[in-house]
């Protein structure tokens, strides 16, 4: 592409703003003429009758079911469903995700067919998940969930990799930019592009291409959404300079004229790590969103990309300390971002064209816009950020020319109903519960007072008109939305796991320097003046870089869940290490493993020899077994039972060890991997967790549960110890990779390839997280170890 291209590209742009002038210019004219006024007064009347209800004194005394909060996701769902509501609260949820993400005509007797077959499957999908998993998260909060639709359609690579790339963004994101709206925008967008996508097939599509297609709508989705945390949000921060600010500009608006993304170059500061990550990011998704495209959408997508950015560009570059900005200034580029913005995504999966769908789609883009700028306006002006209501809401009483952005917001309420939508009786419904419960959202979120100061300010042109508004906000009910439920479910999800993700590490951090100071051996005076050599053998092995995971796990459950006093179960964290660290040097001898680095260091017996090597693991599991004999504060039946559990497990430990070494050079089945996986690191996970039960003297089916957890957690965690093996980096591993392959060891990458073990790793993290369900206890931790599990790099 070429300065014809740079060309055409403003050509097409000042196109796209005289028609957005145009939209102005009759919506302004609306709005001098309050025409909106008797129209939509008339139809909020007629709205009204639905949604405002006389109640009789009856209704004071009954002893109905009492609305829940939306916050308890599966009571409300429930409640919604008990009193008869949800069919229409699905209905008008989805009609408006078809009207406003899908561009659709609400009188389209084909749009009215799906809307009611879609809203037949999401209530069959919400009574099912409300009726079974009432304590749980919602499915499209868990990635067990995430996983499980994908492994229905077929398209659990894409799932995977989708997985691996919002981690890497949530782990990259600095401090000034918001991680938590950084991921939900991004999984927003995914699920928007999956949907097109989705309505872009029909029931006759082969199941083959049906994968094929929502595979290609995940990446779609991942790339396209980039662009929102890593080009709107970062320009609007203020993490970069103000010349960074404008050098980055240059190399986004460069690769949408050329359609090739410049190079980096000689990028400097201290934000140059975080730039070439999202240049990389970047890079990869304008590649591949690239080079989808056919010949005949190419250039509507670099067209409707570079009207997005530059409208975006225009609106970033203001200062809300000028006062001089006109009418036209404010509104053309905020009509012409929301409406690109919608009209990009069929360009990215270069869909049909289909009759009505960018017209419906530029006049539609102001509504949401508007929408969402009054419900940011106060951190936008925090913020310093221009938009309509910020503007307006600093200048109103110097600028008598300056359009009220509340009145246009209402105006283009009645241009959309009447005028795009043709007046049909669906259409007013839906926009007008999607405006009153917004309206109904401010005033909670602001409290009565702030709200009521506010509507001072813009709802004053015609007091009848707004008074019928306020009385519809009071008054009015079922106006709620699902996607709003879902936006409130996912923001508290995303919180929360940002805390408990805080509080997992910040634990492990805690216990671990715990663990590590209840470990080293002291000096036996009984064997001076000779050197105690196996006590500094020992103590060698325990001092390297360990992780330390069973006996924290045993700490955090004993501790935390079971209520053992930490120091009674000191000498059972004592024996899991020991036993753990004794394990680790019989796998390094020449004899077995032959490994010359572990925990970041030499082996043992690089350092001393093989026999000392021998010695101290044998020294090491007498130890352990004179630690779980030393828990004299517990009840000696359990403590019995505990050692003879523990004997059991070290003898399961010795004979996977013993398979493993048998099966050097064949090819082992997935059956024999799996038996093979949980003898050599099933069993210490579950010991780990089972011990500390056996001491609290839990219930036989808990400790049930703890052992199918622990059965998939250990598959899940030697999987990726081979997939580490194949894929990590030796520095950060603190040991050789390609050991298993130098060794002729069958692996689960061997056996199933490094795709197919991904997905059995991803296999067992979902029965992992299942088993859960089964423990009646807080299983946070557990749930946070399985994603580390699944997600560590060493």
């Known amino acids: 592409m070429s300065v014809e291209f740079t060309n055409y590209s403003d050509t097409r742009y000042r196109l796209a703003e005289q028609k957005a002038a145009q939209y102005f210019s009759s919506l302004h ?34 002893r109905g079911k009492q609305k829940p909060d939306t916050r308890d996701y599966h009571r409300y769902i429930g409640w919604l469903n008990y009193t008869g509501k949800l069919d229409d609260y699905l209905d008008r949820s989805v009609s408006y995700i078809y009207m406003r993400d899908l561009g659709k005509a609400m009188d389209s007797p084909g749009t009215k067919a799906r809307i009611r077959q879609v809203v037949t499957g999401i209530k069959t999908h919400l009574l099912h998940s409300t009726g079974t998993n009432r304590e749980e998260q919602p499915d499209f909060l868990s990635l067990a969930g995430f996983y499980r639709w994908a492994q229905k359609e077929g398209v659990e690579t894409a799932a995977i990799w989708v997985i691996d790339k919002l981690g890497n963004v949530s782990v990259h994101i600095p401090k000034e930019l918001n991680a938590e709206q950084a991921q939900r925008k991004l999984i927003k967008i995914i699920l928007g ?44 921060s203020q993490l970069l300079t103000a010349g960074e600010k404008e050098r980055y500009s240059r190399m986004i608006r460069t690769a949408l004229l050329t359609g090739i993304v410049p190079e980096l170059g000689g990028w400097t500061g201290e934000n140059v790590e975080f730039i070439r990550y999202v240049h990389s990011e970047l890079r990869d998704a304008f590649e591949y969103i690239k080079g989808l495209q056919r010949p005949e959408t190419v250039s509507t997508f670099f067209e409707q990309s570079y009207v997005f950015f530059q409208s975006q560009d225009i609106d970033r570059d203001k200062d809300l300390n000028c006062a001089n900005y006109t009418n036209e200034e404010l509104y053309i580029p905020v009509i012409l971002k ?52 910020t ?15 509340y009145e246009l917001y209402w105006t283009v309420i009645c241009h959309l109903i009447h005028n795009v939508f043709r007046s049909d009786a669906k259409t007013r419904e839906v926009i007008l519960d999607r405006a009153i419960n917004g309206l109904k959202r401010c005033k909670e979120r602001l409290g009565d007072d702030k709200y009521n100061e506010i509507m001072d300010i813009f709802a004053s042109g015609n007091l009848e008109f707004h008074h019928l508004v306020g009385q519809m906000v009071r008054k009015a009910e079922d106006v709620d939305f699902f996607d709003k439920l879902l936006r409130d479910q996912m923001n508290a999800f995303l919180k929360k796991d940002r805390q408990e993700k805080e509080d997992f590490q910040a634990t492990v951090r805690t216990v671990r320097d715990q663990i590590n100071s209840l470990l080293p051996i002291g000096q036996n005076n009984e064997t001076q003046p000779m050197k105690d050599t196996l006590t500094d053998a020992a103590n060698y092995s325990l001092e390297g870089d360990g992780k330390r995971l069973r006996p924290i796990l045993t700490w955090v459950m004993g501790v935390n869940e079971y209520g053992l006093n930490p120091s009674a179960i000191a000498p059972l964290l004592r024996s899991l290490e020991y036993m753990h660290t004794a394990s680790l040097i019989f796998d390094d001898l020449p004899s077995q493993d032959n490994a010359s680095t572990r925990r970041g260091r030499s082996t043992l017996h690089e350092v001393y020899d093989s026999a000392t090597a021998e010695l101290t693991g044998l020294f090491l599991i007498q130890r352990a077994i004179k630690e779980q004999a030393s828990l004299d504060r517990f009840d000696a039946k359990a403590v019995l039972a505990l050692m003879h559990y523990s004997a059991g497990k070290a003898e399961e430990i010795c004979r996977g060890q013993a398979m493993d070494l048998q099966s050097k050079g064949k090819a082992l089945t997935l059956a024999e991997l799996n038996m093979l996986c949980f003898y050599k690191t099933g069993a210490a996970f579950e010991a780990s967790l089972v011990m ?27 999987i990726k110890d081979d997939l580490l093996d194949v894929e990590g980096d030796r520095q950060v591993l603190g040991k050789p990779t390609r050991k298993d ?40 931790f557990l749930k946070h170890l399985l994603d580390y599990l699944v997600n560590r790099d060493r």
């Open 29 to 62: 004219g609306q709005v001098k003429e309050k025409t909106y006024v008797p129209v939509l007064t008339e139809d909020i009347e007629v709205w009204k009758r639905k949604h405002v209800r006389h109640r009789s004194w009856w209704t004071y005394f009954s």
């Open 338 to 389: 929301s409406a690109s913005s919608r009209l990009i995504v069929r360009s990215v999966i270069h869909a049909e064209v289909d009759e009505g769908f960018d017209h419906r789609t530029f006049y539609y883009g102001i509504y949401n816009q508007l929408a969402d700028d009054f419900a940011d306006m106060f951190d936008d002006m925090e913020g310093g950020a221009v938009t309509p209501y």
């Open 692 to 718: 500390p039960a056996i001491l609290a003297q839990v219930e036989d089916d808990e400790i049930a549960g703890l052992k199918k957890f622990a059965y998939h957690a250990g598959i899940a965690f030697q």
């Open 193 to 236: 592009v999956v949907l097109h996508v989705i309505e872009e097939m029909g029931e006759e599509t082969p199941p083959a291409e049906r994968s094929r297609r929502l595979d290609e709508a995940i990446r779609l989705g991942y790339s396209y959404g980039l662009t929102y945390p890593f080009i709107d949000d970062l320009l609007d």
């Open 741 to 780: 392959l130098d060794n002729n060891s069958s692996t689960f990458v061997s056996v199933l390839g490094l795709d197919g073990a991904r997905k059995e790793m991803w296999e067992h993290y979902c029965l992992a997280v299942e088993a859960l369900r089964e423990v009646p206890r807080n299983t946070d």
């Open 391 to 405: 503007y307006y809401l600093k200048y109103r009483n110097q600028r008598q020319d300056l359009v009220n952005p």
